[in-house]
């Protein structure tokens, strides 16, 4: 059975840093991408980051408010997936879900995602 787990979220105060993880229980998509979302009560999934996969390893995508701020990487070039967040905002206060993607290639879409973690919270307070 594929399950994703998201850990490292938490109450932080503006300025300060998290870094979270996934980890997926099985290896048959170790070559696929994975992507980060992020979603506010009362709203859509909005995409975050997402690294690619296989030969598009070192291929990764960027929301505009997270570009320069957040970092998208893998341990041992698979498995766990993080999601670096500095100078974090007020406006990152969101529940943070991973989630692996069609192939190799990353995409920003989340409609083309085929599995789904449960995601953490993440409060930044000012």
């Known amino acids: 059975q594929v399950r994703l787990v998201e850990s490292g979220g938490g109450s932080v105060q503006a300025g300060d840093s998290l870094r979270l993880s996934c980890v997926v229980t099985?290896?048959?998509?170790?070559?696929?991408?994975l992507g980060w979302f992020r979603q506010f009560p009362g709203k859509d999934r909005e995409f975050v980051a997402a690294?690619?996969?296989?030969?598009?390893?070192?291929?990764?995508l960027y929301a505009d408010f997270a570009e320069g701020r957040f970092t998208v990487s893998r341990d041992n070039g698979v498995m766990p997936v993080y999601l670096q967040m500095n100078s974090l905002k007020p406006e990152d206060t969101a529940v943070y879900s991973c989630?692996?993607?069609?192939?190799?290639?990353?995409?920003?879409?989340?409609?083309?995602?085929?599995?789904w973690g449960q995601g953490t919270q993440v409060t930044v307070s000012s």
């Open positions: 690294i690619g996969g296989g030969t598009y390893k070192d291929t990764s």
């Open positions: 989630a692996i993607g069609p192939w190799r290639r990353p995409t920003t879409a989340d409609n083309e995602y085929i599995y």
């Open positions: 099985t290896r048959t998509f170790d070559d696929n991408s």
